[in-house]
């Protein structure tokens, strides 16, 4: 479904990342773990085009992506959360989950169905609809943010630390979305994230990340097991 | 005592015409620098040539109202054309790019109308030449047209923005553009409609003020400063603020003419906006 092959990433005169492979296959949760600043958020920000890599290859269903406008990727049928939410402040919530809809050609009863399955993941954004995104908690901007590009009905979602900064309740409800997802096959999965108990309990494979490289690759069973792996690039 | 109260509700009539009309094109203004971070020094040039295509298109066919039609098309055709042409390699660089870039585009399309239609400034015949009384002085009705005009595009671009998809994408784009890309939200298709609109827009307001004016290759730059100082004054880039600001500068400048010279009206005008910055630095509104 999606193939990393040896990308680098610059910002500036900064090599973010340094020959960088991945993969994540169709139907399954792959997750990208690492310290703070050893390249993850770029990897995925890479992946859909707002930080493109200056060498390597980067394809999506057998087709060459590296270096496409973000625009041209998301039509695709990759949907992005990012690390900060990034919702449109100014927007109302249901305006919010229009946008990436509107893009792509949903018949008005296709739209209903979206939204209303989208709801079913997260109720509470139900009797917002019509707020701004601005006057939402942090945690339903969150849930926002996961709902916009759930919406879309990816074939491949990336998950910028979706956790970061959630109340554990919040955490384990998104956790149960990411189950869910998974139990439906239907969408792929790319995820950053630091908790590192929701990743050895949600994803497939784990790839772990230190100094812009890939440092270990391997099933999530597997790591599990590996406290040396473990203790030396997590702390746990 | 009475022709003072005359002449005080028709120059708010004035001020309210005056006022819509800069709002079309400071609207414009904003706009183009709340999607686009541009600050157009080219758009008095657009509000220009709205002008001078109306001259020209009347001494063919003397409709005013194609004109309205036919003259913004053209202009925001124009807009595209320029914005790929020649502002496409500076986007999303450092201001002073695109303010030089603009600078050199509305020199080079004054110096073109120069060259094509001469010094010469043109005259247009009003469409509208009925006049109606209104206390006791004559009022032309040509201005209502003006403000209705005005009014209905001003009401059109914001029901645009609200309820079509593309206002959504432009809503969007403004807010956060790299997250609206990553949304799937092209960005060149939204530069050319926001440019496009901003430049058809402009030309809506020279068109109509065409008839009360005269029409010369430099008409752009005295109404560029003051659709400048109302996105300043507004809010850099809100929409809402820019009608406010139009709104407050017409009437302003109208009603002051009756105490003091017009020109002593319009020096009032920037001192009026100079406080409103001391007390709101960010504008009346902020961008929205």
Partial sequence: MLKVKNIHTYYGKSHILDDVSFEVRKGTLVS????????KSTAVKSIIGLTPPSEGSITFKDKEITGLPAYHIAKMGLAYVPEDRRIFPELTVFENLMTGMSVKKYTPAERETNIEEVLTYFPS???????????????????????????????????????????????????????????????????VEQNTEVVLSVSDNIYIMEKGKIKYEG???????????LAKYLGV | MEQLWTQLALQSINGFVLGMNLALIASGLALIFGVMDVVNFAHGEFYMLGAYLTWLIMQFIPSFALNLVVAPIIVSALGIVILYALLKSVLGKKAIYTLLATYGIGMALR??????FGGTSKSIQPPIETKITILTMEYSLYRFFILICSLLVIVGLWLFLKKSK???????????????????????????IVFGVGSGMASIAGILMAPLTTVYHTMGIDILLLAFIIVVVGGMGSLKGALIASLLIGEVQAVGS????PTYAFILCQILLMVILLVRPQGILEKR
């Avoid at chain 1, 707020?131 to 926002?144: A, C, F, I, V, Y």
């Fill in chain 2, 111 to 116: 110096e073109l109308v120069l060259i094509f």
């Fill in chain 1, 125 to 191: 954004l139900g009797p917002r609809l019509n707020q701004n995104g601005d006057t939402l908690s942090g945690g339903e901007q969150q849930m926002l943010a996961f709902a916009r590009a759930l919406v879309v009905d990816p074939v491949l979602l990336l998950l910028d630390e979706p956790m970061e900064g959630l109340m554990p309740v919040l955490v384990s409800s998104l956790e149960e979305v990411l189950k869910s997802l998974k139990a439906k096959a239907k969408t792929s999965i790319l995820m």
């Fill in chain 2, 166 to 192: 593309y206002g959504l994408w432009i809503r969007a784009t403004a807010q956060d553009h790299e997250m609206a890309a990553a949304i799937g939200i092209s960005r060149p298709l939204i530069y050319a």
């Fill in chain 2, 258 to 261: 009756i105490f003091i010279k």
């Fill in chain 1, 32 to 39: 990208l773990i690492g310290r703070n600043g050893v390249g």
């Fill in chain 1, 219 to 229: 099933r999530s069973d597997d790591l599990r097991q590996n406290n040396s792996v």
